[in-house]
């Protein structure tokens, strides 16, 4: 994936431009989503195969570990809208400080900032300033937890749970 969200050969850096591809969750494919089954989707596309948006670092159930980053290659927009929490845990607290960065793709340049602190049972929204796409948010949680600390089977060193969208 080149810097503009184009997805080029990795040999030559050749465009691609095939009629129909596979992706899996945390791609967003520029085009038409014809078909999903299980963790796959099938979409539509027109040439240059690109990306609208990408996500890293989330599990299945939306879950972060202790990083996750989401990459818009896209967006007209001035803004993009994050779900951040913990509202799905409702074991004790081990609160967890969260950082959302917006950052230029091309220089890294942070545009803007949110901190918050994460407990239990608890979520927010927030509304962060972007740059011209492309452009990058950062989420680190530092601690993470393990339901299993707490007597439940998830192994898992969970942040928090994260949606995205622009705005």
Not at 58 to 81: E, F, I, K, Q
């Amino acid at each position: 994936v080149d810097a503009r969200g184009r997805i080029v050969r990795a040999a030559d850096g050749a465009r691609l431009a095939p009629r129909y591809v596979v992706a899996q969750p945390g791609l967003d494919v520029a085009g038409e989503q014809v078909a999903a089954e299980g963790r796959l989707a099938l979409y539509r596309t027109s040439a240059p195969l690109r990306l609208e948006s990408q996500t890293d670092g989330l599990y299945g159930d939306g879950w972060s570990g202790p990083s996750a980053t989401y990459t818009n290659y896209s967006a007209r927009s001035d803004a993009v809208v994050v779900e951040a929490g913990r509202g799905a845990w409702g074991g004790p607290d081990s609160p967890g400080r969260v950082t959302l960065a917006v950052e230029r793709v091309d220089s890294g340049r942070q545009v803007s900032i949110a901190r918050w602190i994460a407990h239990s049972g608890s979520k927010r929204t927030f509304r962060l300033r972007t740059p011209a796409a492309p452009y990058r948010v950062k989420v680190s949680v530092q601690p993470t937890f393990s339901p299993a600390e707490f007597g439940d089977p998830d192994t898992r060193q969970l942040g928090v749970q994260l949606a995205f969208r622009s705005e």
